[in-house]
T-cell receptor
Framework: NAGVMQNPRHLVRRRGQEARLRCSPV?????VYWYRQLPEEGLKFMVY????????ESGMPKERFSAEFPKEGPSILRIQQVVRGDSAAYFC????????????FGQGTRLTVV | GESVGLHLPTLSVQEGDNSIINCAYS??????FIWYKQESGKGPQFIID?????DKRQGQRVTVLLNKTVKHLSLQIAATQPGDSAVYFC??????????FGGGTRLMVKP
């Protein structure tokens, strides 16, 4: 998958806690995308970021969810006050530029809310 | 809203046979499509892509066909192997590389 690193691979949180998911893109890639996947379903777009900017967050819930991609360090998807419905696999992808260029996916973080 | 979808949720084939996975899309303005393979517990893996100015593109053992008239996409896998067993997604690349995924087809290869 060309080096997109996500951690942790598995995350268990109790209802009401915060979840922080990290994504380090392929070296040199400045575009990061977060997707969410429920079991037996396709991936759903959440948010698209470039360094220090949110380009499109149309797929991300307005409440409790936030994302950032700072100048230094990984991209972070943050879910506050998690609920059982947040349980899913969250995938990050990165690409080198806008337009029709290949996006590489990480292995995902599987969030379980108990 | 417009979406990408698949006809068959599960496809079972004999090892060595050819596999065909189909996908319908509804956004006629889409100009770039990708097929991904996802194995259990892993992220989507790029297989092959095609742009709307093409009807066919071939890779190693895989071929993607695009029929813009009926908005249909297919993935053909030649001489299917057990390692091909996975869920296959077609995806439509929207502006800015945001992908709209179909629901997926599970390919099961019988030895």
């Amino acid at each position: 998958n060309a080096g997109v690193m996500q951690n942790p691979r598995h995350l268990v949180r109790r209802r009401g806690q915060e979840a922080r998911l990290r994504c380090s893109p392929v070296k040199g890639h400045s575009h990061v995308y977060w997707y969410r996947q429920l079991p037996e379903e396709g991936l759903k777009f959440m948010v698209y970021l470039q360094k220090e900017n949110i380009i499109d967050e149309s797929g991300m819930p307005k409440e409790r969810f936030s994302a950032e991609f700072p100048k230094e360090g990984p991209s972070i998807l943050r879910i506050q006050q998690v609920v059982r419905g947040d349980s899913a696999a969250y995938f990050c992808a990165s690409s080198g530029g806008q337009g029709n260029t290949e996006a590489f996916f990480g292995q995902g973080t599987r969030l379980t809310v108990v | 809203g417009e979406s990408v979808g698949l006809h068959l949720p599960t496809l079972s084939v004999q090892e060595g046979d050819n596999s065909i996975i189909n996908c319908a899309y509804s956004n006629s303005a889409s100009d770039y499509f990708i097929w991904y393979k996802q194995e259990s517990g892993k992220g989507p893996q790029f297989i092959i892509d095609i742009r709307s100015n093409m009807d066919k593109r071939q890779g190693q053992r895989v071929t993607v066909l695009l029929n813009k008239t009926v908005k249909h996409l297919s993935l053909q896998i030649a001489a299917t192997q057990p390692g091909d067993s996975a869920v296959y997604f077609c995806a439509e690349n929207n502006a800015g590389n945001m992908l709209t995924f179909g629901g997926g087809t599970r390919l099961m290869v019988k030895p």
